[in-house]
């Protein structure tokens, strides 16, 4: 097992409040999602596990490293913290060499995967650049190459891809896929697509808890028989985002078709069945475990 | 390195240019400025010198004078402060006089009747003064007991006067150089400290009044930078030791801000080649102000780091500009002699006085010695704030601003 992190009981308080509740979680080799809404406690079990936070009790191991042993983890933990940035007037090259030396590396070994590194991210032709001259997505990249410069054996990331446009979120997310070939790669996100896309197992997190842990398929297939298509009149719809859960909406002339998930099948004509897919799945399970998400939230 | 991307990264900020022109401001105006001429002999000048009867009668006829007048002017913390005793006090200062002199309160008071009387305003209060031709010093009194007798004067006053014991020989003490000894002291400047050395005291004493304040802007800047570009948890996760971390950026600090004072300690040696020729000492102008003036760095410095982590970038120039404002003030009377074992400016305001600053030399070097020791240990004490704070156990307490201790206590 000292490959895995093992997660016993955990919980975690900011004063009085409970952020995180009984945490329980094995997460081996390969890409894990942590889903959830923001607020759910995402940040936090991912900071706990890069020993950046104390938990109250409960017992965490990092390959076998006990998580007290802070200095340990830091050395087998790559992070991508939620925000990153860099000192604004430092080259892109200068800002990896300078992380890369706070990891502790030798400086031969820093300047080949300096090198190797830019060019996997596919900013060799930006290193000159300074920090604040890069755009969003070229920031995220440094990030994720900051994260592994030292070769880790377990990569936290904390919601890559927020703020990406859709070629740079794929560039990213297959990013993390070649990653997690070789070691942990646990992945925070609130974004269904992203998981639906590169973990094959996952967590659902909320208020701190974990509502449902196992692979998306068996999360997909906890949803079936709850998930419905149906088409209604476009004056309706306030109504009916008050009453459902609506995961999707196509519009059509005068009706509108709406994927609803619901555990009684919906009182609406022309309502069928469907198959479940991870957003209406994710949704339906934080509606079983009692979570509020009517109203037409976005999701 | 970590040492020199931190060098680097420190040198590229705003603040540390800002620091490297005020440096340069200082010295040019300050130290270059009053040493453009060649420096002659000091005819015509006091100096300082410890003759106990000097000393003796010189505090007997000033504290009889205050006494009578029931105006002492006294400086605490290097403030200006004019006391004026109640009767239970007078009788302490009574018994003092008494014990001095030798002579009764009948026979001091007759004195004071023959004085020349007059009277004096301090914006408040009118006073009577008198100006006494001389007191007697009583043949019985030992200079020990004397000090004693100042001590409990001193503190019956408040602290700050001018019977303060270590301040006794500046105050009471003062001589008129004889050509000889005129003679002497230039014999000094040339011969012993072959000029530079003389010239290094002064540059140090120009150079310590900014070397122990503008390095904590510097610090505090660097300090605060990863929480300002929301990147502490970056760093907090590296595999680098705090240890390490916070020694190594302090090291990166003190040799940053070191450095502009080395130009213009190279400048300093290229005016005094240039004015009193190459048989001059071409070392002293950097031992003696790097000894004197890394200590002021790595203190400022130093509150500058441990005070960031606690509190913030604010707090920490608040704490260091009172410190430097308070050794500032209580060595305001006095810019050159004897240096305190822990003030935090020493001074040395004149090319000569070789005698004087040797004969506190101990002193000097203990007070240097202390500072760096002293600012290792918060140096130590950060490591423990930063790793601390590292592990998430604790997130700095903000005094000020939004949600900070103050306001939600007010």
Known sequence: MNDCIIIKNVDKFYGKKQ?????????????????????????????????????????????????????????????????????????????????????????????????S?????????????????????????????????????????????????????????????ELAEDRIV???????????????????????????????????????????????????LPQLKKEYIVTGMLAQNDYTTVRIVSDPEPDLPNTVQTEPDLEGAYMYCLHSSGCDVTGGEDI | MIFFKDCKRIARSMTYLIYCVIVALFFFTQYFSDCRTEVGPPFGETKAVEDHDLIMSGAALSLAEDYFANLYICYPFGFYKSVTLNEKKQEVIEDALTEMTGLSMEELTKLRDNAEH???????????????????????????????????????????????????????????????????????????????????????????????????????????EDRRRRMSDLVYSRKISSFRL?????????????????????IAQIQAVSIYGSNISMTALFTLPSFWLVPNIMEAAAVGMLFTELFSGGTAVIVQFLSWFLSLLTG???????????????????????????????????????????????????????????????????????????????
């Not at chain 1, 809404?37 to 900071?47: E, H, S």
């Not at chain 2, 990166?252 to 190279?266: K, Q, R, S």
């Not at chain 2, 002293?374 to 601003?401: P, Q």
């Open chain 2, 246 to 266: 916070v020694f190594t950026r302090y090291a990166a600090l003190i040799t940053a801000m070191f450095l502009p004072l080395l130009i213009t300690m190279i």
């Open chain 2, 118 to 224: 007059y009277t004096s305003y301090d914006g408040l209060h009118e006073y009577n003064g008198y100006i006494i031709d001389s007191v007697p010093v009583s043949s019985s009194l030992t200079y020990d007991r004397f000090l004693e007798i100042m001590k409990k004067v001193n503190k019956t006053l408040g602290g700050g006067s001018s019977y303060k014991p270590d301040d006794l020989i500046f105050k009471f003490s003062q001589v008129p150089m004889t050509k000889e000894e005129a003679l002497e002291e230039y014999d000094n400047f040339t011969n012993k400290d072959r000029v530079t050395g003389a010239l290094a005291r002064l540059f140090s004493d120009y150079t310590g009044i900014d070397a122990a304040i503008l390095p904590v802007f510097v610090a505090a800047a660097l300090t605060s």
């Open chain 1, 186 to 236: 646990l992945l925070s996100t609130h974004i269904v697509g992203d998981v639906e896309a590169t973990c094959e197992k996952i967590a659902v997190m909320d208020s701190g808890r974990i509502l449902w842990k196992g692979t998306v398929s068996e999360l997909i297939e906890n949803a079936r028989g709850h998930v419905y298509t149906a088409n209604v009149e476009k004056r309706f």
């Open chain 1, 117 to 177: 590194l830019l060019k996997r991210v596919n900013l060799t032709e930006h290193r000159r650049k300074k920090v604040k001259e890069l755009s969003g997505g070229m920031k995220r990249r440094l990030g994720i190459a900051q994260a592994i410069i030292h070769d880790p054996k377990v990569l936290i990331v904390d919601e890559p891809t927020a703020g990406l446009d859709p070629e740079e979120r794929i560039r990213f997310r297959n990013l993390l896929c």
């Open chain 1, 19 to 115: 952020a995180l509740s009984d945490i329980s979680l094995t997460i081996e080799k390969g890409m894990f999602g942590l889903l959830g809404r923001n607020g759910a406690g995402k940040t936090t079990l991912m900071k706990t596990l890069a020993a950046l936070h104390k938990k109250n009790s409960g017992e965490i191991t990092v390959c076998g490293v006990p998580v007290e042993n802070a200095s340990e983890i830091r050395a087998m933990t790559g992070y991508l913290p939620q925000e990153f940035s860099m000192y604004p007037n430092m080259r892109t090259d200068e800002a990896l060499d300078y992380l890369g030396a706070l990891s502790g590396m030798p400086s031969k070994l820093r300047k080949e995967r300096v090198e």
């Open chain 2, 332 to 410: 305001s009377g006095q810019l050159y002699g004897k240096i305190r074992s822990f003030t935090l400016i020493c001074r040395h305001n004149t090319v000569f006085g070789r005698d004087i600053f040797m004969t506190y030399h101990s002193q000097f070097v203990f007070n240097r010695i202390f500072y760096i020791v002293f600012s290792l240990a918060m140096v130590t004490l950060t490591v423990f704030v930063y790793e601390t704070k590292r592990r998430g156990a604790f997130n700095g307490i903000r005094l000020f601003g939004k949600g900070s201790l103050l306001r939600r206590k007010a």
